[in-house]
């Protein structure tokens, strides 16, 4: 690649702060394209895949989340040229919608992590067995992997979820942000029925929730037990088919007939009194009948303030279990699980780097790895910490705009703890002041990235020891307490919904 000097800087790259990498296809690289065509896995299959795999992390902060998991979830990259990205979508009827209705915001966002304008293309594409960045022993699982047994058969599959192979037990990182959630999962999965049911797994965005679903449809297949996953979605659909066909009695028999039902995003049901009834009485059927129920959700049981009170405390009867963002250590071990299934090789300082640059969400840290790898791959250039700054350069740029302001954490938690602002910064010892005090301390440490001692100076000139107790504290108490954690989700919410709201 031809090196300028920046004409602002004056260092050997050109100045890049700014603006998103450029991505494009040099003749030699394009030829290179075109020309393996018959190679397994052809180079533009990873391309077009890493590329839409980029797309999809930039388009899930976009879109509203059920239109996300509902219509772009489950599509995969297939094919790129020169001025065309193929897209393949399970189903006709989603390919159609995709193509229609968000065309512009989806050309966009590719355009915006291509560097150059391409058409977008939906086909409706069933997944094979032996996915491009499948290793082979992935592809022996994948291979074992059959249908969940208790999906329908015949002409009516309408909510038939076939399991990705990706998401597996051997493939899931445990760190301890997520051990307790894994460890129920495959509980759920393995072990007879009894104090986890339902199992209730909570969290954020792009943490791993889907994965630890189908990670239990696939070993509960390998059991040989029928099993069903659905999402809410689905199940809510489902439903409402049933009632305009008049197909009632398959639909009760459908789901009430598994051994495990799992139900992903159970919060969508919000609101839905009908599906919500409908969904009571199948969860009720099935839990007399000692069958495993697991549900996914994007907050706790008491936060679903739309969900029927039933409904919740049913919940709350049996195991919870969330996920927290995972902490630098299992973000590098997903990162070098990632790089591994994709066959790349990846320097550890690279991989710390984009560690440290994505913080939140493991489905962001997956696309920018592959959009490290994309840049290199198409630029052939080595993959180096300056070509991933220059790879996540907008990523960069984005978490500069949307650190929260350390005023506006105080701002919040003052609010959440009921104790005016000016007691968190004065001398009160107050054990209410105190405890707002350390939970300000964690998050501007934690979401503000703020030194020690820039901490003890805004919380009223507190030395870099008081700091650090009050954010080990903090730290200390998440492991062990449900309470704490929840606050701090909330409060992260908060901090960063208002954000959103203001920028
Ligand atoms: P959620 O359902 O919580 O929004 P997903 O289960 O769809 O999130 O996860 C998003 C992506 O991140 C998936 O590709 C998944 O494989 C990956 N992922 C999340 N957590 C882990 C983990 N602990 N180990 C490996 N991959 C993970
Ligand atoms: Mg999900």
């Given amino acids: 690649m031809g090196r300028r000097n920046c004409p602002k800087t004056g260092l050997g790259h050109p100045c890049r702060a700014l603006t998103p990498p450029m991505i494009t296809l040099g003749p030699r690289a394009a030829a290179g394209l075109r020309g393996q065509r018959n190679h397994q896995p052809p180079m533009t299959e990873l391309l077009a895949n890493r590329l839409w795999e980029a797309a999809l992390g930039q388009l899930q902060i976009q879109v509203p989340r059920p239109t996300f998991d509902t219509w772009l979830k489950e599509t995969v990259g297939l094919t790129i040229d020169e001025d065309r990205l193929v897209v393949g979508a399970p189903t006709a009827f989603a390919a159609e919608w995709l193509g229609k209705r968000m065309p512009t915001l989806i050309e966009e966002t590719v355009e915006h992590v291509a560097r150059r304008p391409l058409e977008v293309q939906f086909l409706v594409h069933q997944p ?81 929730k889907t994965h630890l679903l189908h990670a239990i449809g696939h070993a509960a297949v390998h059991r040989d037990l029928s099993c069903l996953y659905v999402s809410a979605e689905q199940f809510t659909n489902d439903f409402i088919s049933a009632i305009r066909e008049r197909t009632t009695p398959d639909f009760r028999a459908r789901y009430r007939g598994v051994q495990l039902l799992v139900i992903d995003d159970i919060q969508f049901l919000g609101g ?29 049981p008491r936060s679903l303030a739309t969900l029927h009170a039933r409904l919740n405390s049913r919940f709350e009867g049996g195991l919870i279990a969330d996920i927290q963002p995972p902490d630098l250590e299992t973000r590098l071990a997903i990162l070098r699980a990632k790089a591994t299934l994709a066959h790349v090789r990846v ?15 493991v489905r962001e840290l997956e696309g920018s ?36 302001h350390p005023e506006h954490i105080l701002a919040v938690v003052a609010e959440y703890c009921q104790v005016p602002a000016s007691s968190i910064t004065g001398p009160s010892r107050d054990r209410k002041t105190v405890a707002a005090r350390h939970l300000c301390m964690y998050l501007l440490r934690e979401d503000a990235e703020m030194s020690l001692q820039q901490i003890g100076g805004l919380l009223g000139g507190r030395n870099h020891a008081t700091v650090v107790h009050g954010i080990r504290k903090v730290t200390q108490t998440m492991a062990s307490s449900h309470d704490m954690r929840e606050a701090i989700l909330t409060l992260r919410e908060a901090v960063h919904t208002d954000l959103r709201k203001s920028a």
């Fill in 369 to 404: 790895l592959n959009r490290v790898v994309a840049l290199a791959q198409l630029t052939r250039s080595p993959i180096t910490t300056e070509l991933a700054g220059r790879a996540l350069a907008d990523l960069l740029l984005a978490r500069r705009l949307t650190t929260p």
């Fill in 128 to 208: 094979q067995p032996l996915e491009p960045w499948q290793s082979p022993l992935e592809a022996t699982a994948s291979a074992a992997a059959r249908p969940p047994v208790g999906a329908p058969s015949g002409t009516d599959r309408r909510q038939a979820t076939a399991l990705c192979s990706r998401f597996t037990f051997d493939s899931f990182v445990v760190g301890k942000s997520n051990e307790l959630a894994h460890a129920a999962a495959q509980a759920a999965a393995t072990q007879p029925v009894g104090v986890y049911n339902p199992l209730f797994i909570y969290a954020g965005v792009g943490l791993g």
């Fill in 347 to 361: 320097d550890g300082e690279v991989l710390e780097f984009i560690a440290r640059t994505v913080q939140t969400n």
């Fill in 272 to 300: 839905k009194e009908q599906t919500q009834e409908v969904f009571f009485h199948t969860f009720n059927d099935l839990h007399n009948a000692g069958k495993q129920i697991v549900i996914a959700a994007d907050r706790p």
